[in-house]
Structures are given as C-alpha cells and as structure tokens.
C-alpha cells in the first residue's frame, strides 16, 4: 500500500498529520499548482530588487537595521549573513522530533506562496524531511517575536553547507552530509535568509509535543482516577449526567461521561452502594471539574495550533506586485498565551494527582489499610512515593509563572514586546514530563488500593487497566526498591498502556466510551 501524502501549502495540516509526518507515516509534496504560486513569489521578489524601491528584508537591513539601503549586488550577500549572525542559540540541543516539526511547519508556511522564497530552496528543506536529515538546534535563544530567529538560523545553516545534521543516528557536520550525499551549499537570493528565520516554528514545534503528550495525560488520568475511585469506594453520583447539565462545561461533561461508563458493572462500587459515606474529598467528587478545566485548556490550545499550523508567520509577505507588507504575524503572543494556560491545566492534573494519592494513603478508607500496605512499622508501605509527587507538584507550582508576562526589548528597542513562547513551550513539556511521573505513581497506589477490593471486580475496564498494571508490577507486600517500580509505570504512562487496554476493551466488549464532545476533545 502507498504511503499517503500531504500537499504542502493546500492540504488543512493538523497537529496529528504534523506528528505522523515526523514519523514518516505520510510523506509531503509540493503540487503544480503549488510550486507555480512559489516560483511567482519569488519572481516578485526579484521586480522588487530589480527597481530599487526600498523594501525591508529585500533590498534593507534586518530590524534597526532597517532604515539602511542594500545595493542589487550584495542582496545576496545579505542572507547569507542573517543565517550566520542569527546563529546565536546556546543550551542542549532540541529533540530530533522537535527539529523535523520545524522544518515540516515552515515548509508549509513557505508553500501558501507569500514568502518569495526560491522553488529549490523549499525542495531542500523537503529533502531534510523526507532523507531525515535533522539539523542540530540550541534549545535557548528565542524570545518569540521577530520570529524565533536563532533556533530557525540553526535549523537552516546546512541550506549554506553550515551546522550540524543528525542523518542516519550519528551527528556529523553539514559538510560530511554532502560528501556522503552529493548534494551542494545553496545560494540564497534576495529575501530568502529573512523568510527562513522569521516565523513561529520553534513555538509551534512545542505547541504540537504540547497537544500530542497532554492530550495523553488527559485521558490517562480519567482512568487512573477512575481506579483510584474504586480502590477507595467513592461515590459515582459526582458524574451523573443530572448533575452536569446543570453547569454543562463541555470539559466537564465529557470526563464525566467517561469516568462514569469506566465504572459501570463494578461490583466494586455496588457493594457500598447504601454506605453511610455523605461526601468524598475534592480530589475524587470534583475529577469532573478539574480534570474538564484541563480538557477545556487543551482544546483551546489545539485550535490556535490549528490556526497557526496554516498561516504565513514571516516577513514581509508578498501579497502581489504592488503590495509587500511588513507587519507582525511573526510574533508569537497567540501560541504564548495559549501555551501558557495550557502549562498550568497540565500542573494542575499533576496536583489533583498528588492529593488523590495522599487520600489513598491516609487508611480512611474501610478495607484499605494505611500507607497500602499491611503491615506496617517495619514497613513504610508507600508513604515516600507521596513524597516524589509532593515534590514534583510543587516544582510544577514554580514552572507556571506564565512566560507571556514577561518581555525584554531587543533590536535595539525595534522589537519592543516580545512574546517569550519559546520558553512557554519548553516549560510546558517540562511541567508535562512531571505530571507523566506524577501519574505513573498514582497508578501505583491506585492499583495497590484496588487489591484490597478483592474478590470483588470492577467493570471491564478497570479489571483490564489492572491486569494490565500486575504484568509489570507486583502487588506490594513490604517494602521493596519502589523506584523501580516507579520506572515501569512511567513507562507504561509515557507508552500509553492503559490507553491501548482501555481501546482495546472498548471493541472487544463493544462499549463506547465516546461523548458527544468526543470529537474536539479526542481528535487532533
């Protein structure tokens, strides 16, 4: 079977299409109709150096620079030297995922035909993607508004025959790439250096991880929480549909849903079912309330994703022969915002994570001995794992300062206001690197509270989340090194286990557990 494509510059590109080209499940292509509109940007481009007119980035300096008229002659000279004296980018380098996101997110910026940039210049980043050619990107240097210049320099020095490439798992310089390939420095014309770096693809890069991995963490912690619910016998009247059409948050009602069809057949929940238990703590009755808030943060970060995975971000744009526009849709505020509120929903899962843990060690429950284990004394049960999510919670609570708070003017006071979404995306994984930790432990405890239910099951599901959990963990009946246990279920969080088992359940038994939102909270 073919491998599908993807028409640059036509086709809607999402985050998901973005990520399964990444990972070489689609393959992108510039249609005719396509490369006509590129190849008459560009010769646009060259009417505008042919006649004089000063236009900025074309035939002017870069950014304070641009009161200064550069002659026909040098324009070329020109772009070269924005690629080298952008290059300023410090720290680690990116992951490689992240660097192909940017080269696939800028060449279907370029390919909408407003950039001026040359057809064989585009083909060359089409090259990188398809060969898997990586360029080598400092994680540090972008403030978010003139375009995220120094890491998109990076990304484009081995156009030029500079930088590093990551090509067949070995990291080599741009010139031991062309010598095992043949391929050859491009000249760059008139505009082309200031079309590369302007934009927002090291953003948007993080904004798509960003999507892709919360979107995980969503779904697995209705799960988790709904073990969690199981193992403490709390009550399924929080996650009736009566009560959530009285505040129907769209959020809320889809975890609702979900959680309440995870507990359905439990005998589990049946056998409490005239407890005189009146209430449960926050961390169990209001999943509804904060895991929706979390779900309603992801969806709107998913949209403007959307948005800017099919806009032209750099500058100028050439709208026709008489119109060149130099304006802002390189900055970076919408994403940065977004991103931003999409760090606290992922913080905020991490925290209610935390409490349902320390609830489940507490004891309070009938049946479920302090700290989850027996006998304790000798034993510490799983009181320090408490501890690790404690820590990680609260080192989350710092990483959400928002980063769109802040601006440092740059180019000499040019650009003004900056968005810092750069650092918003990084911090954004990072705090959703902790919660994936956070999680993993709360499935650990939950499936450690969920033993003492025996021989009472659960529903379908939750049984198979279980089974699923004791294939790599064993039920703890003393102390024992727990970080490896914490290794195994960080994995099973990061590999989507119980996402995998719950589907898997899902068309076995012939149970849905879609919503009527499924389709803007599911799809990306």
């Known amino acids: 079977m073919s491998k599908q494509t993807f028409k640059l510059g036509e086709d809607w590109l999402t985050a998901g299409k973005a990520l399964e080209i990444t990972e070489n499940k689609i393959s992108v292509i510039l249609s005719n109709e396509t490369e006509i509109k590129i190849e008459k940007s560009w010769s646009i481009v060259q009417k505008i150096v042919d006649k004089g007119h000063p236009v900025y980035g074309i035939n002017t300096g870069f950014g304070p620079l641009c009161t200064t008229k550069?002659?026909?002659?040098?324009?070329?000279?020109?772009?070269t030297n924005i690629l080298q004296s952008h290059s300023v980018g410090v720290?680690?380098?990116?992951?490689?995922?992240?660097?192909?996101?940017?080269?696939?997110?800028?060449?279907?910026?370029?390919?909408?035909?407003?950039?001026?940039?040359?057809?064989?210049?585009l083909k060359r980043i089409i090259w990188h993607i398809e060969n898997d050619a990586i360029p080598i990107v400092p994680s540090q240097g972008s403030v978010g508004a003139s375009g995220d210049l120094a890491p998109l320099s990076h990304l484009f020095l081995p156009l030029i025959g500079m930088g590093k490439v990551e090509y067949k798992n070995e990291i080599i310089t741009t010139a031991t790439l062309f010598e095992k390939t043949g391929l050859e420095p491009i000249a760059l014309g008139p505009k082309e250096g200031l079309a590369l770096i302007n934009g927002t693809q090291f953003i948007a890069a993080h904004a798509v991880k960003v999507v892709s991995q919360l979107h995980s963490l969503l779904a697995q912690a209705d799960i988790i929480g709904a073990?969690?619910?199981?193992?403490?016998?709390?009550?399924?009247?929080?996650?009736?549909?009566e009560l959530h059409a009285l505040r129907p948050f769209k959020g809320n009602v889809h975890v609702a849903k979900r959680v309440k069809k995870l507990l359905k057949g439990s005998e589990i929940m049946d056998d409490h079912v005239d407890c005189e238990k009146v209430q449960d703590?926050?961390?169990?009755?209001?999943?509804?309330?904060?895991?929706?808030?979390?779900?309603?943060?992801?969806?709107?970060?998913?949209?403007?994703?959307?948005?800017?995975?099919?806009?032209?971000?750099?500058?100028?744009?050439?709208?026709?022969?008489?119109l060149t526009i130099s304006g802002g849709?390189?900055?970076?505020?919408?994403?940065?915002?977004?991103?931003?509120?999409?760090?606290?929903?992922?913080?905020?899962?991490?925290n209610i994570s935390d409490r349902r843990i320390y609830l489940a060690l507490e004891g309070n429950s009938p049946g479920v001995p302090k700290l989850l284990m027996n006998d304790t004394g000798i034993n510490s049960g799983y009181m320090i794992l408490q501890y690790t999510t404690a820590a990680l919670a609260s080192e989350n609570k710092g990483l959400c300062f928002p980063s769109s708070a802040d601006s440092i003017p740059t180019s000499l006071g040019q650009e003004d206001h900056v968005s810092m979404g750069s650092i918003g995306g990084r911090?954004?994984?990072?705090?959703?690197?902790n919660v994936e930790k956070i999680l993993a432990i709360e499935l650990l405890t939950a499936a450690q509270a969920f033993e003492f239910r025996k021989p009472l099951k659960s529903g379908v599901f939750l049984d198979e989340v279980h089974n699923a959990v004791r294939e790599q963990?064993?039920?703890?009946?003393k102390d024992r090194i727990f970080a490896d246990d914490i290794e195994k279920g960080i994995e099973m969080i990061q590999n989507k286990t119980i996402i995998k088992v719950v589907d898997r359940v899902q068309?076995?038994?012939?149970i849905s557990l879609k919503t009527k939102f499924s389709t803007e909270f599911e799809v990306y």
């Open 70 to 79: 550069i002659s026909k002659s040098e324009t070329n000279i020109l772009q």
């Open 507 to 510: 068309k076995e038994h012939n």
């Open 281 to 322: 703590p926050y961390s169990i009755r209001c999943i509804p309330q904060v895991h929706g808030a979390s779900r309603t943060a992801w969806l709107h970060l998913k949209e403007l994703v959307e948005v800017e995975l099919n806009s032209v971000t750099d500058n100028p744009v050439i709208i026709d022969e008489e």
């Open 473 to 477: 963990v064993a039920f703890a009946v």
């Open 329 to 350: 849709n390189f900055h970076g505020q919408p994403l940065a915002m977004a991103l931003d509120y999409a760090c606290l929903a992922a913080s905020e899962l991490g």
């Open 427 to 433: 911090k954004a994984l990072q705090v959703i690197g």
């Open 227 to 241: 073990m969690m619910i199981e193992g403490l016998q709390g009550s399924v009247k929080p996650f009736y549909n």
């Open 91 to 121: 720290g680690d380098p990116i992951k490689k995922d992240i660097a192909k996101l940017m080269l696939i997110l800028k060449a279907q910026s370029l390919a909408k035909g407003f950039s001026g940039i040359a057809l064989k210049t």
